[in-house]
Every structure is written in C-alpha cells, then in structure tokens.
C-alpha cells in the first residue's frame, strides 16, 4: 500500500512539473506575440494558406504587395494588390492599417484602425484578379 502511494504521489508531482512547463513555454509564446503586434512597424507581413505566398502591407498608408518566393528566380517576386495609397500622406500613421484573414485562403480584409473603414482584399497569381474593394 505504501509502495503504490509512493507511486501515485510521484506521477502527480510529475504531471504538475510538465503542466507547469507547457504553461510557461506557452505564456513566453503569447508575451513574444505581444511583443511582436504592440512594436511598432511600417510594413508588416502576413502569411497566407499558400506555403510561398505573403501579403506585405504598408501600414501606414494601405497599400498592399503580393510576395511570392521561390528557389526559382522567374517564380519570386513582389508585385502591387493596390497601386493607390487609402489615405492623403498627411494621415499617414504608422500601424494605422492591419489586414485580417477570412476562410477562404484567397481574401483578406483591411481594416483602417482609425475611422473603421474596410476593404476585401484579393490577392492571386492571375494579376486580373488581384483586387481591393471598398465594403460600404
């Protein structure tokens, strides 16, 4: 009876050791999260489901760039989403725009922290069908 509270206190110390490990491993990846979206930055850049694809966004001014990479030079590049800047250059802020994925992998929106307005953001490897559109 000894031998097999011995036994059970053990696996709980242990179990209460790991808990308290993950809970730190995980709080040190939220404080780095933190730390990573309240810096900040005038570009910022966002994955999508597709393994080579980024969005790189000005935040300050709205403008949006896919990025593709490759070990293929003719297959990497940086190309426009939106060529005209959503805001005059004397409202730029830094952090002023953040984009947010939506479940289709192919549409992003844009979101202007600081009067609300909103904008579905395409990207793709078709150059037509890459497009941004204002939601009223």
Given at each position: ?136
């Amino acid at each position: 009876m000894k031998s097999i509270t011995s036994v059970f206190v053990l696996a709980l110390f242990m179990m209460t050791s790991v808990s308290q490990v993950q809970g730190q491993s995980n709080n040190d990846k939220r404080n780095s999260d933190k730390i990573t979206s309240q810096s900040i930055a005038n570009y910022r850049l966002f994955s999508t489901e597709i393994i080579n694809t980024f969005i790189k966004l000005n935040t300050q001014n709205g403008l949006l760039w896919q990025v593709q990479i490759d070990i293929e030079d003719e297959r990497r590049y940086e190309t426009f989403i939106n060529t005209l800047p959503l805001v005059e250059n004397e409202n730029e802020v830094t952090d002023r725009f953040t984009l947010h994925g939506t479940y289709n992998i192919y549409t992003f929106i844009l979101l202007d922290q600081i009067d609300g307005r909103m904008w579905q953001v395409y990207w793709s490897d078709k150059p037509e069908e890459r497009d941004i559109i204002l939601i009223k």
